[in-house]
């Protein structure tokens, strides 16, 4: 079974913290996605990446970074939360290619206060 | 731009009977992929049914099946014989073939399945 794995459920942070968000798969999938879901409207792509040191701008970056220094690894970094960030944070991962279904983390519900 | 409609915010369905969620889509593509996703309470979203847009035959898994009428971009999930545990958020989710990422998703239906 492909396992996606974040780092928190749960968590709360001050503006103006820097928050790491981090997403760990262990299939060997060469795509990773970073996703916010906020009610009524859905999920929106944050950003996305096909490769090791590889990433695409997705829907909504702006305030947002990341890094895939691993395959298996990809960090959604907040430099400076806000509290327009709070929100739930889904971490996706597929192989490459049209078929291929992407396969969700738990999610993490990011506070900023 | 490439948009997909969930017009049920919120549906509710007595166990054991059937329950149809509405999906309709946006696109000038003709190759695609359609999918529903299910998100149960404080669980990870997984995949429910796929469907690939150049298939006339509508995808079924298990009690999960799905209505697609291409012509009128549509892509309606019927669950039959409804179970407590089918309570989730579904969302409706659009993607091209020629891309190798891209999920457009619709804004979710939740399902509660009433015992």
């Known amino acids: 079974d492909v396992k996606v794995t974040q780092s928190s459920r749960y968590l709360v942070k001050r503006t103006g913290e820097k928050v790491f968000l981090e997403c760990v798969q262990d299939?060997?999938?060469?795509?990773m996605f970073w996703y916010r879901q906020d009610p009524g409207l859905g999920l929106r792509l944050i950003y996305f990446?096909?490769?090791?040191?590889?990433?695409e701008k997705g829907d909504i970056p702006e305030g947002y970074s990341v890094s895939r220094e691993k395959k298996e690894r990809f960090s959604l970094i907040l430099e400076s939360a806000s509290t327009n960030q709070t929100s739930m944070y889904l971490c996706?991962?597929?192989?490459?290619?049209?078929?291929?279904?992407?396969?969700f983390g738990p999610g993490t519900r990011l506070t900023v206060t | 731009a490439q948009t997909v409609t969930q017009s049920q915010p919120e549906m509710s369905v007595q166990e054991a009977e059937t329950v149809t969620l509405s999906c309709t889509y946006d696109?000038?593509?003709?190759?695609?992929?359609l999918f529903w996703y299910k998100q149960p309470p404080s669980r990870q979203m997984i995949l429910v049914i796929r469907?690939?847009?150049?298939?006339?035959q509508n995808a079924t898994e298990n009690r999960f099946s799905v209505n697609f009428q291409k012509a009128a971009k549509s892509f309606s999930l019927k669950i039959s014989d409804s179970q407590l545990g089918d309570t989730a958020m579904y969302f409706c989710?659009?993607?091209?073939?020629?891309?190798?990422?891209?999920?457009?998703f619709g804004s979710g239906t939740r399902l509660l399945v009433r015992p």
């Open positions: 996706a991962s597929s192989l490459a290619g049209s078929p291929y279904e992407q396969y």
């Open positions: 299939m060997d999938h060469e795509n």
């Open positions: 990446s096909y490769d090791v040191k590889m990433k």
């Open positions: 696109t000038s593509e003709n190759n695609y992929y």
């Open positions: 469907q690939e847009a150049y298939k006339q």
């Open positions: 989710a659009f993607k091209f073939t020629d891309s190798s990422y891209k999920l457009i």
